[in-house]
């Protein structure tokens, strides 16, 4: 079956621009997970959410991040003015309620100019 | 503070050799532990996973042992490939994995023919 996707996959936004990263979660799944890679590294967990709710969104780095998932099914993650720092590969992930897997999306690359 | 030490950040090996990726948790409430397989460009996928209640785990080539008292884990590939070649991230959760997962911070394996 289809996997978790994301969009776009490459993303180059000038410092300050504001930037919208989308990700289709697998049917059905109730679990939704966000993790900042950043080159060389092990993914950061960003933000949480089960179904609709955000249940924890404490590694989000500056009040510049914001997630959603409004219907409980597509997410997006959304960063404000951004900066340099910012440059990472953003991750999606999703899982079953009381399922240990959480299936990755490929990612996508953002580069702040 | 880095909850979970991965090592060795990079190895090289001759196919058919067994590499061994060693990762140390410092969370006692773990209670899951994932392995990643990274291809570059593409999402972590998941490679194989073990609780602490069993010592050592199996799938096809891959095989985790798992060290309760010295809260350590590590992953060994039997019969290395060339299209083993990628990074591993070891991971720890607890709560039936529904939470979110502490990555290490990869091993980049090459396996040479």
């Known amino acids: 079956g289809a996997g978790v996707s994301q969009s776009p996959r490459y993303k180059v936004a000038k410092r300050g621009q504001d930037v919208a990263l989308r990700c289709d979660p697998i049917?059905?799944?109730?679990?939704l997970f966000w993790y900042q890679q950043a080159l060389g590294q092990g993914p950061e967990f960003l933000t949480y959410?089960?179904?609709?709710?955000?249940?924890?969104k404490s590694g989000l780095p500056s009040d510049r991040f914001f997630a959603e998932r409004p219907e409980g099914s597509v997410s997006t993650l959304k960063i404000q003015r951004t900066q340099q720092e910012d440059s990472a590969v953003y991750l999606c992930?999703?899982?079953?309620?009381?399922?240990?897997?959480?299936?990755f999306g490929p990612g996508t690359r953002l580069l702040v100019l | 503070q880095q909850q979970v030490k991965q090592s060795p950040q990079s190895l090289i090996v001759q196919k058919g050799g067994i590499p061994i990726i060693n990762c140390a948790y410092e969370n006692t409430a773990f209670d899951y532990f994932p392995w990643y397989q990274q291809f570059p460009g593409k999402g972590p996928a998941l490679l194989i996973a073990i609780r602490p209640d069993v010592s050592e785990k199996k799938e096809g080539r891959f095989t985790i042992s798992f060290n309760k008292s010295a809260k350590q884990f590590s992953l060994h590939i039997m019969d290395s490939q060339p299209g083993d070649s990628a990074t591993y991230f070891c991971a720890a959760t607890f709560n039936s994995g529904n939470t979110p997962l502490v990555f290490g911070k990869g091993t980049r394996l090459s396996v040479i023919a």
């Open positions: 959410f089960q179904n609709e709710a955000q249940l924890d």
């Open positions: 049917s059905g799944h109730v679990s």
């Open positions: 992930a999703s899982s079953l309620t009381h399922w240990e897997t959480q299936y």
